[in-house]
Every structure is written in C-alpha cells, then in structure tokens.
C-alpha cells in the first residue's frame, strides 16, 4: 500500500530554517504530482507547494512565496520542503501528499501522518 512519511519538524525560533522530508512507498513516485499542506490548530488544511512528477514546475501559496522551496529526489522517492524566514504564522502540522493529478486543492489522493512544525516569536 501507498505510504507517506513525514519527518524534519521541531520548534524553531522565527527567522530561522527547517528542511521537511517526505518518503514515499508503493507508488511509482515520479508519476505522481507531490504536494506539502498544513494545518494550524482551528483552521482548515491549506495548500503550500507542489511540485510535478519530473520536478521541473514547482506551485506556492502566496503566503510562502520567496521563503519556501519545495524539491524532489526521484531516485529517493522523496520530496523535500525547505522553510527558511520561518514566521510564527507557520506554525502548523505539516502534511504532504501525492495524486496523479496537478490541483492545489485536497483532493489528493494518498497523505501522510503531519509533522508538527512549530516557530516560536
């Protein structure tokens, strides 16, 4: 069965960075369309990144525009989320997904567990 797991989140002071990972199993990873949400506590999941199947175009949410990068390594079956101006207002957990298509809604198919990424003032 399709697995996602998450891992790279902490506490971290504002202003400072954090790399999530996600590695994937038993899906042919480079068909599917990767893709990093989140949810903080009494709000919805809102989208993040995604990024195609080979990697080459890459969708943010405007409020992580300029600070988050999202990438993937094929041949690793994971995809990464790099944070860096981490805000306060990032804190949440961070969830990420996979389907066959591109969208930036929550239809995906397959999520993972979260990861609990919190940034202190």
């Known amino acids: 069965q399709v697995q996602l797991v998450e891992s790279g989140g902490r506490l971290v002071q504002a202003g400072g960075s954090l790399r999530l990972s996600c590695a994937a199993s038993g899906l042919t990873f480079s068909t599917y369309v990767m893709g990093w949400f989140r949810q903080a506590p009494g709000k919805e999941r809102e989208f993040v990144a995604a990024v195609t199947g080979n990697g080459r175009n890459t969708a943010y949410a405007d409020s992580v525009k300029g600070r988050f990068t999202i990438s993937r390594d094929n041949d690793k079956s994971t995809v990464y989320l790099q944070m860096n101006s981490l805000k306060p207002e990032d804190t949440a957990v961070y969830y990420c997904?996979?389907?066959?298509?591109?969208?930036?809604?929550?239809?995906?198919?397959?999520w993972g567990q979260g990861t609990q990424v919190t940034v202190s003032s």
């Open positions: 997904a996979a389907d066959r298509a591109w969208r930036q809604s929550r239809n995906y198919d397959y």
